[in-house]
């Protein structure tokens, strides 16, 4: 018996070793998987609360307003992830790239997968101007100055035109599509900057979490902004000059007593050094900076400037070896303004120069002006105010840390995150100057925030996780606050379409504000004017507005068109907008839609749950 049991025992002891052996490699095997499975269930649950997003329980707040609980813990769970995930050892670049690829989807993919039609009405017009070239195959730069820098809209022509199909089967897409687009240049430059690769996807992961702008839908200034990206990411790769500035260096040491010593990154031996190039591999990379500034000119008013102040500073303080290039870029920018946009120049030329040196107005601009609307719309307006301050402070303070370490070796990247700025006093930009220099100025403020974070004990993690909700936050607050407006509904696209299938060229069309996805055919076809908006026909009390007299100043500069039709169009986008900006008293399209439905003066065109069009009662037309 004794040597049964010891037999039967000496069996089994290699099988239990074996399941040991196999549940210790299954352990193993999970932990070093948790990186890619966790951002992947962060995405399932993400995924499949969207259904969850109602509209119709939004409120001035925005988007965030109306999210389900579970997708905010999908955020967290993906953000804690991450920051995790920078303290492993590895140097696998694949569990990064996977959770920014993630956070991408989350937070830009959400509008397009929730919304049913192209959110904003300027996306409505890009497309117009679009399907103008495409009909024409010609601009006319007096229509307006999307004409004046066409180079965005005679590409898309062409594409569309090549693929078959039409720009609004893909533009809800484009804000994923950019911000894919901008991830290459952005580790080129930061990759440029240092070789450790916590810093370069911590700075990613910030320039993420804080590209609240909004300037990455379907339009001129969200491609050329990559354009930009690339160009510098080339200059400051191949063609830069580092120069040590250790006396800077030492002087920073004055901060010690303020900032916490961080550890410096780990850097190979010559990794801030030039690479050498062959005169062949110069020329070619050369020749792509030059394309790449030769397409942003003829296609946005701004980003050559911004690309000319950029490359500009570099060549000043002897960090890029192009030094002629910004003389390029100044003969490329006055050659345009002097030939091709001439036409927009003779109107506008005082409108251009007025705001030079007018800091309080252009104060008032890009800050005073917005600081109206309804009481959570204020609130939103503040959120996008301390969101920029504070990741300027981010930046400050881990620059000064960057600085400190590294001396003159990040003086190129703190030359890019301050040129923006100049162009501030210059231009209020329709107040949004402000905003463009964020904008700008973002890839490198997101880049020095980073330094503040670079270590890897318990206490800089969570504290970068916290940082990380805040900016997540405040992203959704500050980026979808006027979600409200900004989306549109099928009802509302059908009732543009019907209008455009009853109105003859050359009618006029009144809008009760101009939020409205209109101008997406015929671009050039129809007179359009708003409801809303002080005109010599219309000089409306914006406080105490009078129904009847708009009503009747409406039905007045309609009757005059005695060669053609008009008609009044009102939406719910529109009445968000007036309610949430507050451009007149709240509700007051719907007053003005109610006395146009009672009024025998007018006549109701077409109607849905959000749109009506009206016409005059003695004008003969469709019906």
């Known amino acids: 018996m004794g040597l049964m049991r010891e037999g039967a025992l000496g069996l089994r002891r290699p099988v239990v070793e074996r399941a040991a052996r196999g549940r210790e490699w299954s352990f193993e095997r999970l932990a070093a998987a948790w990186p890619i499975l966790v951002p992947c269930g962060a995405v399932a649950l993400w995924a499949v609360s969207l259904g969850r997003i109602d509209h119709a329980a939004m409120n001035d707040l925005g988007l965030i307003s109306a999210l389900p609980p579970s997708i905010f813990l999908a955020l967290l769970v993906l953000v804690a992830s991450f920051c995790l995930s920078l303290r492993r050892p590895s140097g696998s670049q694949i569990v990064p790239a996977l959770h920014v690829l993630a956070l991408i989807l989350m937070v830009y993919g959400i509008t397009p997968l929730v919304d049913d039609v192209p959110r904003y009405s300027v996306t409505w017009r890009h497309l117009g101007v679009a399907e103008y070239v495409a009909r024409t195959g010609d601009v006319d730069p007096g229509i307006d100055a999307y004409f004046n820098w066409p180079g965005f809209f005679i590409m898309t022509a062409f594409l569309t035109e090549l693929a078959g199909t039409s720009a609004r089967s893909f533009v809800d897409w484009a804000p994923v599509f950019y911000n894919v687009l901008y991830l290459g240049p952005l580790l080129i430059i930061f990759r440029a900057a240092t070789t450790d690769q916590r810093l370069v996807w911590s700075g990613v992961w910030i320039f993420y979490l804080a590209n609240w702008i909004g300037q990455d839908y379907f339009s001129p200034q969200g491609l050329m902004y ?48 030039q690479e050498e190039l062959r005169p062949a591999q110069r020329a070619g990379l050369m020749a792509i900076v030059i394309v790449l500034l030769a397409a942003i000119v003829p296609s946005h008013q701004l980003t050559p400037f911004m690309a000319f102040m950029s490359i500009a500073l570099l060549v000043a303080f002897n960090r890029c070896s192009a030094r002629l290039l910004p003389v390029l870029v100044v003969v490329l920018i006055a050659a345009w303004m002097s030939f091709m946009a001439i036409t927009y120049l003779h109107g506008h030329l005082e409108q251009l120069t007025g705001g030079v040196g007018q800091l309080e107005e ?37 620059g000064l840390r960057a600085l400190w370490h590294e001396g003159g070796r990040v003086l190129p990247y703190a030359l890019l995150a301050v040129a923006p700025f100049p162009l501030l006093p210059l231009q209020p930009y329709g107040g949004e100057m402000l905003m463009r220099v964020y904008l700008f100025a973002l890839p490198l403020s997101a880049f020095f925030a980073a330094w503040l974070f670079l270590s890897v004990r318990p206490r ?154 009206f016409t005059l009662a003695q004008k003969r037309g469709p019906g």
């Open 460 to 613: 800089t993690t969570a504290i970068f996780a916290l940082v990380s909700v805040a900016l997540l936050a405040a992203l959704f607050v500050a980026r979808f606050g006027n979600e409200r407006m900004d989306y549109f509904t099928p009802d509302e696209v059908h009732a543009v379409e019907r209008l455009y299938e009853v109105a003859t060229p050359g009618s006029l069309l009144l809008g009760g504000s101009d939020n409205v996805p209109w101008k997406f055919q015929d671009y050039e076809k129809f007179d359009y004017d708003v409801v809303t908006e002080p005109r010599p026909w219309n000089l409306i009390d914006v406080v105490h507005p009078d129904t009847r007299a708009v009503l009747a100043n409406i039905q007045r500069a309609m009757a005059a068109r005695k060669r053609t039709d008009a008609y009044l169009i009102i939406t719910r986008s529109q009445k968000a907008e007036v309610d949430l900006r507050a451009l007149t008293a709240p509700g007051f399209l719907d007053r003005l839609e109610l006395a146009a439905s009672v009024s025998p003066a007018f006549r109701l065109v077409y109607g849905n749950r959000d749109a009506k069009i």
């Open 362 to 398: 252009t104060a008032k601009a890009n800050v005073g002006s917005r600081l109206h609307g309804s009481r959570e719309h204020v609130a939103v307006v503040y959120v996008r105010l301390l969101l920029t301050a504070g990741v300027w402070a981010l930046a400050l303070l881990g």
């Open 226 to 273: 990559f354009l930009y990206l690339a160009a510098l990411a080339v200059l400051v790769r191949w063609f830069q000059q580092p120069r040590e500035r250790p006396r800077l260096a030492r002087a920073l040491r004055a901060f010690d007593p303020l900032l916490e010593r961080l550890p410096r990154p780990v850097r190979e031996r010559g990794a801030h050094a």
